[in-house]
């Protein structure tokens, strides 16, 4: 995250911070009265800005404007890379969440769902709503892993040559995809905990059928849960800075996806849109992230339903009659009382098809 907080720093920051919190002595005085030298080689004026800001990668260097010399709070001060970090994960992380979702609902996600007898009154405003009181505290969580990222203690690499082997550059994609798949199953299996889900899963789990927007829709605990694994990664094995951005970004649009509705992969081992379906309708199956391994292994693997893969049929009344008889017997047993706001279309949809 340190190349993401100097892109943010040159542009949006580094004015922010000196317009907010100007320093009595601009940083380039500070430097040129502690050498001399310095000053009279590198700091004879204002207008001649210090380059003495680290570079975070090799692969390309930011000019710093004048305005990060001018804050009482530097780039390298850990309370305000905690509070840009905070910010960039809150704010930028709604804006990848609401982009990502958007371009799935409009384009990808089938609106046939809006007629299902399980789709809640106004789910959509409900699912962007819990997104949107989750992510502040969501964030906080997630900017101490970042902030220790950033101060230097994970094994983050930047060029390829540092690598522990050269193969690895390739190795850590899937490497990092089983480590996070085995330990988001153990940890969202220990979710589904009776004493657990009430507390924090079930807030997930109100999006019985679930739209793109779902897909952040946490308990922010719960949220922050699920993505241990990711942090935790770069803390004991070697990762590419570009690689770890990128994981970052593909980890929220796989979270999308899989709540997409569009029941693409048929495959016995990626755990696509259709098994995660099965999931939010069944409760206590399909709890991987990207495959369907441990599941198979630790005897929750739920198959979909071959209708969903159907476009006439995964829409069709007996499909809907099948799905909602067993799921209101699962749901019972899970919740007890099913408080969710179905809605007067929903509840005469419902009596007509039952």
Known sequence: MDIVLEIFDTFIFDQLYATVYPASTPIAFRNAAKDPIVSTSNFSSMREAPTAFARTTQYFQLQPSPYAYLSGWPRDNVYRQALSLYLITWLFGLAVYYIIASLSYYFVFDHNTFTHPKYLKNQVWLEMKQTMLSMPLMSVLTTACFLAEVRGHAKLYDVASDAPFALYNFLQFPFFLLFTDFF???????????????????????????????????????????????????????????????????????????HDGEYVANSPIINGAACHTMHHLYFNYNYGQYTTLWDRLAGSYRQPNQELFVKESKMSKSEWEKQVKEMEVLQKEVEGDDERDYGAEASRLQKKML
Request: positive net charge; proline residues 9%; aromatic residues 22%.
């Open 184 to 258: 988001i199953y153990w940890i969202h299996r220990g979710l589904h905990h009776p004493r657990v889900y009430k507390n924090l899963h079930k807030a997930h789990h109100k999006w019985i059928m679930p739209t793109p927007f779902a897909s952040h829709a946490f308990h922010p605990i719960d949220g922050f849960s699920q993505s241990i694994p990711y942090h935790v990664f770069p803390f004991l094995f070697p990762l590419q800075k570009f690689a770890y951005v990128g994981l970052f970004v593909f980890v929220n649009v796989w979270t999308v996806m899989i």
